[in-house]
């Protein structure tokens, strides 16, 4: 009995099951990759359908104005041979042709331009513009035998065949149907002229051909849907796969929350260094201190040099009291200095008369009023 290793086929991905919706990054990081969710049956159909509908309703003007180009080019050549003795000289071959070539590529053109259109529509409708070279870059991973098997023995793999041969069934009956009612009309074919054959037979297949190019699109509409689908589930992330790329955006919480830590404590140290330049310290008593600093040719307003709360507001007043810094209790001012003014940052307007009489008072007790 054989053994089979199905995690051979198990889809690769990290952290378990792949149940979340893509990110937008993992799906712009996949665009930048050339990885979209695009039916190539779309343009394949369109093409198909107005080569038909050009055909039918053009290929009577482009077959006259072939042939009144081929009968201008062929009246050419009897006088170029007569001024020649006979004889045709290849450079006036040369000429003649490339010409000739120029004028048949005009006559064609609306076709060709038409073509370039609905391809580039279509991809445009589907995927949005935004043209990308990675795709063309050669990879050598596909290279690897062991990953071209997987691809064969594949769900996508099935679902082509799949639609291969519902399209190869749908044609031979959308051919066998318009046909089986025709045949008189093949038949009576060598009763006609022949310009009237070539007429019969190009109606005929041009009908047939938009008859074939319409099922087509059922089938195209069909695949659209279904390469949406197959991309969403292909780019579906594990939950590990999730919190990595926020780590890569965002960084690691925890790396964060150190360097925001060191941050504190570095900004609490210089806090602390600036301290003994402090006038006054205003408390609450208990919760909240304040270091005030007023130096009328560094600011025009008193600083806030220094606050803190509960176990900081209890090492600022120890700080104060060994540099001999007054502490002032005043509960409404220490609330309302901690609560709007940040360390740097001089005293707001509204505040100024309340930090103005405490340091007055302190000015006062020191002897400097």
Request: hydrophobic share 45%.
């Amino acid at each position: 009995m054989m053994r089979y290793n199905l995690q051979f086929f198990a889809k690769e991905g990290m952290g378990g099951e792949k149940t979340e919706p893509a990110t937008q990054k993992k799906l712009d990081d996949a665009r930048k990759e050339g990885q979209v969710a695009k039916s190539r049956e779309i343009a394949n159909g369109l093409g198909l359908l107005a080569l038909f509908l050009i055909l039918k309703f053009y290929v009577a003007n482009m077959g006259t104005n072939l042939m009144a180009l081929f009968s201008v080019f062929y009246d050419k050549i009897p006088s170029v041979t007569t001024f020649y003795r006979g004889q045709m000289p290849q450079a006036d071959v040369q000429i003649i042709f490339r010409q000739m070539l120029l004028q048949v590529l005009i006559i064609i053109s609306p076709m060709l331009i038409i073509g370039f259109l609905i391809a580039f529509v279509s991809d445009v409708v589907q995927v949005k513009w935004k043209p990308t070279a990675k795709p063309l870059k050669p990879k050598f991973s596909n290279l690897n035998p062991l990953k071209g098997f997987k691809k064969v023995i594949s769900l996508n793999s099935l679902v082509e065949l799949i639609k291969s041969l519902l399209k190869i069934g749908l044609i031979i009956y959308v051919c066998y149907s318009f046909l089986k009612d025709k045949w008189i009309y093949l038949l009576n074919i060598f009763d006609v002229t022949l310009m009237q054959g070539l007429q019969i037979i190009a109606d005929m297949v041009t009908d047939l051909g938009i008859r074939i190019a319409a099922v087509y699109m059922i089938i195209a509409l069909a695949d659209y849907i279904y390469q949406r689908v197959k991309f969403s589930n292909d780019m579906k992330m594990t939950k590990q796969e999730i919190k990595e790329e926020y780590k890569q955006q965002e960084g690691d919480p925890q790396v964060k929350g150190q360097i925001k830590q060191r941050m504190r404590e570095a900004s609490r140290r210089r806090m602390m260094q600036d301290l003994p330049q402090a006038d006054v310290v205003i408390t609450n008593p208990t919760h909240y201190a304040v270091a005030i600093k007023y130096d009328p040719e560094v600011a025009d307003a008193p600083l806030v040099i220094a606050k803190g709360e509960d176990y900081l507001a209890q090492r600022i007043k120890e700080t104060a009291k060994e540099n001999n810094i007054e502490i002032v209790e005043n509960k409404p001012l220490a609330r309302m200095l901690y609560a709007n003014v940040d360390i740097g940052q001089a005293v707001p307007p509204e505040l100024y008369q309340a930090v103005a009489e405490v340091l007055a008072f302190v000015y006062h007790l020191q002897g400097k009023i």
